[in-house]
């Protein structure tokens, strides 16, 4: 079945750093890739939708130069957090659509817990 | 704009007992509804959804839900609860059309199953 690579799995790093996070579609071609934000009890937020060859389209409240994405081919979508703060410690979560269309199903990445010293 | 509303952020269930989690959903055209589970640490994985056509659906590990239009529900169900069910669950609705079909999540409900 289709696959989600997520990685790093977990990562810890100063204030003030940066950090990126890589989400691979393993045996299929994501167009379309979203990713999440979940702090510890609660539900998945989205962030952003990550669309290959074009600019990413961020939620409403998230800081599109904070969270810089990037989506250069159909098997890669990276996030970078720049120039990280403890309030940014949380769970991040990548997805992808596979089928090639909007109604393909979302496969989830394992996710990566950052935490910010 | 579309919302999920999961009654119950805590289910305790003993081991062979009914799991029910309860789903509710706002939307403004035909939705697909989603059930996934997330074990500590990783990501989500998809018990079960709904698109069209039956309303009860069935899904992986003895799980189901029925889409109940009238109530704006989807719970889900189990008969019999095992050890391994111990996790969140989360109810998603995505509105048919919708720009790249965005997920949008409940709060979750985490099951605890007791021996």
């Not at chain 1, 691979?24 to 990550?50: C, E, G, N, V």
């Not at chain 1, 081919?73 to 269309?101: K, N, Q």
């Not at chain 2, 990783?42 to 698109?51: A, E, I, M, R």
């Amino acid at each position: 079945g289709a696959v989600v690579s997520q990685h790093p799995s977990r990562v810890i790093c100063k204030s003030g750093t940066s950090v990126k996070i890589e989400c691979r579609s393993l045996d299929f071609q994501a167009t379309t890739m979203f990713w999440y934000r979940q702090f510890p009890k609660q539900s998945l937020m989205l962030m952003a939708t990550s669309n290959e060859g074009s600019k990413a389209t961020y939620e409403q409240g998230v800081e599109k130069d904070k969270f810089l994405i990037n989506h250069a081919s159909l098997t890669l979508s990276t996030l970078t957090v720049t120039s990280a703060h403890p309030e940014d410690s949380s769970f991040y979560i990548c997805s992808a659509r596979s089928g090639g269309h909007q109604l393909g199903p979302l496969h989830f990445g394992n996710g990566t817990r950052l935490t910010v010293t | 704009a579309q919302s999920v509303t999961q009654l119950g952020s805590h289910v305790s269930v003993s081991e062979g007992a009914l799991v029910l989690l309860r789903c509710n959903y706002s939307s403004s055209v035909p939705p697909y509804l989603f059930w996934y589970v997330q074990y500590p640490n990783q990501g989500l994985q998809l018990l079960l959804k709904y698109t069209t056509g039956a309303t009860l659906v069935k899904g992986i590990n003895g799980f189901e839900a029925e889409f109940k239009k009238s109530e704006t529900s989807f719970h889900l169900t189990k008969p019999s609860a095992h050890m391994s069910d111990a996790a969140e669950y989360f109810c998603a609705v995505s509105e048919i059309g919708a720009a790249g079909n965005k997920l949008t999540f409940g709060g979750g409900t985490r099951v605890l199953v007791k021996p």
